[in-house]
Structure formats: C-alpha cells, structure tokens
Nanobody
Framework: VQLVESGGGLVQPGGSLRLSCAASGFTFSNYAMRWYRRAPGKEREWVAT????????YYADSVKGRFTISRDNHKNTAFLQMNSLKPEDTAVYYCSVQMQLTYWGQGTQVTVSS
C-alpha cells in the first residue's frame, strides 16, 4: 500500500489549495479514504472522510463548509479542496486508508500566512 500526498504550499488567508492523494497497492474503489492533519504542537486531527463509492462524505466541524473531499476511482486518487483557508488550518495534511492496518502517506505541508 502506498499513499502519496501532493498539492500543499504557502497560501494567504482566504485562499484555496487542492490536495491530492495518489493511492496504489490496493483496490482503491473498495475503501473509504480519510484526510487528517497535524498542526505544530497539536495532536493529529481528523478532517474528512469519503466512502468507497464517493456517495457520502463527513467533515470535522472546523472545516465544514470550507473543505470538500472527493475521489476519482478511475485514477485511484482522493482530493481535498480547501477554500477560505485560515491561519489555523496550517498543518501537515495526511491521507489515510484503514484496512486490517491503517496506512498513511508522508504528508504535505499547508501553511496559511500573510
């Protein structure tokens, strides 16, 4: 199983970023996908979940209405569209898949600062 995140960077408050998570080594369309983040000095925080077919999504209250999780099962890729970014969204963002074990990507840094 391999998960590779990309799309992070430096953005001003109010800006947008789109993160991608390229998956391989498993049947992507069979599993729900999740995004988490870890801010400096804080514990890892769940951000969003999308079901295997993409029909149902769940969000943390802190990102609801600003972030959108999606997936393309033909491209084995999950996405996190982040709009109206705030400084408190600054974190390393990880995608994750839970099987018998839980697998994580290496993370992508998102910094929201003016």
């Amino acid at each position: 199983v391999q998960l590779v995140e990309s799309g992070g960077g430096l953005v001003q408050p109010g800006g947008s970023l789109r993160l991608s998570c390229a998956a391989s080594g498993f049947t992507f369309s069979n599993y729900a996908m999740r995004w988490y983040r870890r801010a400096p000095g804080k514990e890892r925080e769940w951000v969003a979940t999308i079901t295997s077919a993409g029909g149902i999504t769940y969000y943390a209250d802190s990102v609801k209405g600003r972030f959108t999780i999606s997936r393309d099962n033909h491209k084995n890729t999950a996405f996190l569209q982040m709009n109206s970014l705030k400084p408190e969204d600054t974190a390393v963002y990880y995608c994750s898949v839970q099987m018998q074990l839980t697998y994580w990507g290496q993370g992508t840094q998102v910094t929201v600062s003016s």
